[in-house]
């Protein structure tokens, strides 16, 4: 069983009033419109890139008797339309409430499209169908673009799409406590109406929102405001009198969203598993990094560093003619398990720029034990351009070959910085550090340094290769924005 670590739905029995239809029945079928049309244009892409390959294809296949030996190219691109729509919903495409990133999102496709193939040729056989396999390669690449794009484009258009035909869900709080108000900022962000709190009011010191009621009259308040869904922040030891009105129901449909308090120690993805009468909950506090992430580390390096090459040489004589001192800086930082290594950079700075530290100190522009300003003044000129564009990075694609950093992980802090992290920040040192990560593609030095931990907490809880290859692609727009880079 696989749940979700944020915040989970539960469904209520609920029993609905008379006349609660209309306007209300109508907006709660335009998902399941979105759903329909959606699955018919996938029909339609794989029946239509079928029906092209075989007219772009200069003649059909022939038989030894001279007469055509595929002459079903309609009924076969039916067939693979129906085993693909039915893969495509199998793998969640057509969960556009929890979209797919764009890796897990190409390789559902791909494999939904290749399955779908393999069970046509099957199924051709007992049909006493011959299949053209150039026919069926050609549709394929067809239909894979179509499919992409056509996918990629609905993704992205399903939340405006919904926040202008259907009103913004309308929900109520229950606990005005911190964690409470906390939620409800993140929920307004996604677009919800939250209309205040159900609480008791007997630890409230101070609220952002009205509180609407207590927790007994919760049934009262969903109905006289007209919500869609509840969101539970209580502590464990104040939900016994929500419990039984949750038991109860209510008189119209709600749903329940429910926030564990377990919050950031639990991973995305965990199981629950029943022993006995209890449930418990299973999971790894770091994921298991699969051989994978090892061997595609050494084959990008190696690749990055010969194509490289000549930009190594050009920035070397740069940075020897705009400063004196050496090409490469090599500094002290902090690995695996607190391993120590020194990670190679392009020299941006000064040769006293260690020294000048101290009196610099002042003026650092970010938050916690790292430090940052926006206008360095050890910066040199070619330096500015090399950390503006993160070309200064470029050489840690030999710590990656030597084993000591990745492509992807959390960013490897200076040995001075892990002597002031608190308990909760040693656990970004359960991982290999890498070039790339959540931090740099989120901001870089614009993003706070609790926040930054905790980005990096997510990847090493989180890892997958589909999280790699999101972040390296989202690395090419972060730098080609500069964004948070000085």
């Not at 495509?88 to 190409?106: H, T, V």
């Amino acid at each position: 069983m696989r749940a979700e670590v944020a915040i989970t739905d539960i469904k209520v029995a609920v029993h609905e009033p008379p006349g609660f239809g209309g306007k209300a029945e109508v907006v709660r079928l335009l998902p399941a419109v979105f759903v329909a049309v959606a699955a018919a244009v996938d029909a339609a892409v794989l029946v239509g890139s079928f029906a092209l390959a075989s007219v772009v294809r200069s003649a059909p296949p022939t038989g030894s008797n001279g007469q055509f030996a595929f002459d079903s190219t309609d009924s076969m691109a039916v067939i693979v339309a129906v085993f693909g729509v039915g893969l495509l919903a199998l793998r969640g495409l057509y969960d556009f409430e929890r979209p797919q990133p764009w890796p897990s999102l190409l390789y559902a496709i791909v494999a939904s499209l290749s399955i779908a193939i393999v069970g046509t040729v099957g199924l051709s056989l007992f049909l006493s169908e011959p299949f053209a396999r150039s026919w069926s390669a050609l549709g394929s690449v067809f239909a894979l673009l179509g499919l992409t794009t056509w996918h990629t484009a609905i993704a992205r258009s399903y939340p405006v799409l919904t926040g202008i035909l259907m009103p913004a869900r309308r929900v109520i709080i229950v606990g005005a406590n911190p964690a409470g108000q906390e939620s409800a900022r993140d929920l307004e962000q996604k677009g919800y109406q939250v209309v205040g709190y159900a609480d008791n009011g007997t630890d409230l010191l101070e609220i952002d929102r009205p509180l609407l009621g207590p927790i007994a009259r919760l049934e009262e308040l969903v109905q006289n405001f007209g919500v869609d869904e509840l969101l539970i922040a209580l502590p464990a030891d104040r939900r016994a009198q929500l419990s039984r009105v949750l038991i109860r129901g209510f008189g119209r449909y709600v749903h329940v969203k429910y926030a564990p308090d377990l919050g950031e120690l639990l991973p995305r993805h965990f199981n629950v598993s029943r022993i006995g009468a209890r449930d418990y909950i299973d999971f790894a506090p770091v994921a298991r990094v699969s051989w994978v992430k090892r061997a595609t580390d050494l084959t990008l390096a190696l690749s990055g560093l010969a194509l490289l090459a000549p930009l190594f040489l050009v920035l070397a004589v740069a940075i020897k003619l705009d400063s004196p001192g050496p090409t490469f800086y090599g500094h002290a930082r902090v690995g695996k398990d607190g391993r120590r290594f020194r990670m190679l950079k392009f020299r941006s700075m000064r040769q006293d720029a260690e020294a000048c530290i101290a009196e610099l100190r002042q003026r650092n522009e970010v938050s916690g034990p790292m430090f940052k300003i926006r206008r360095d003044p050890r910066v040199t000129r070619v330096g500015r351009f090399l950390r503006r564009y993160s070309l200064d990075e470029l050489p840690q694609l030999l710590n990656v070959v030597r084993g000591e950093m990745s492509l992807v992980g959390p960013r490897p802090p200076l040995v001075a910085e892990v002597e002031r992290y608190e308990d909760w920040e040693l656990g970004r040192l359960r991982a290999v550090p890498g070039i790339t990560g959540l931090w740099q593609v989120s901001g870089r030095a614009e993003v706070p340094f609790h926040d930054m931990v905790r980005l990096d907490l997510h990847y090493i809880r989180n890892w997958s290769f589909a999280l790699d290859t999101e972040i390296l692609l989202r690395t090419i727009p972060a730098v080609l924005t500069t964004k948070g880079a000085y």
